[in-house]
């Protein structure tokens, strides 16, 4: 039965990680992809500062969570925090939206290490 919740768990959290990357490229307005492609260091770390930050409070989710429900619940929280968290940057950093296509390492970086420690936050308040 364990291996059954385990897979059950795995393949929500992996749904809700596919959903999150989805929405994320969607809503900047470069395509990280294609960046990452042509070897833009800004775009990666930009993505995967917010793919670490989505998923160490989703990974706290599937820990603390009292049913499937509410890790997905807590999960689609931790989404909407992340885009949040991107909103807030651009909102800062108005260039941002530019400079991260011009491979501007250090405000991807900078984005990057913002929606990890946004995400570290998020996961320790998902803790109770």
């Known amino acids: 039965a364990g291996f059954d919740d385990f897979l059950v768990y795995l393949a929500v959290a992996l749904v809700l990680l596919a959903v999150f990357i989805a929405l994320y490229v969607r809503v900047t307005p470069y395509r990280e992809f294609a960046l990452i492609r042509e070897g833009n260091m800004a775009a990666s ?9 989505f998923v160490i409070p989703l990974a706290s989710a599937v820990q603390h969570s009292v049913s499937l429900v509410d890790m997905a619940i807590w999960g689609l929280i931790a989404m909407l925090v992340q ?3 991107y909103v807030v940057v651009k909102m800062l950093i108005p260039s941002i939206t530019v400079d991260i296509p ?5 405000q991807g970086f900078f984005l990057g290490c913002l929606s990890l420690a ?3 936050l998020n996961a320790a308040c998902m803790s109770y």
């Open 45 to 53: 770390f930009s993505l995967s500062g917010s793919i670490l930050g």
């Open 102 to 106: 011009a491979n501007k390492g250090a």
């Open 83 to 85: 885009i949040a968290a």
């Open 118 to 120: 946004v995400g570290v």
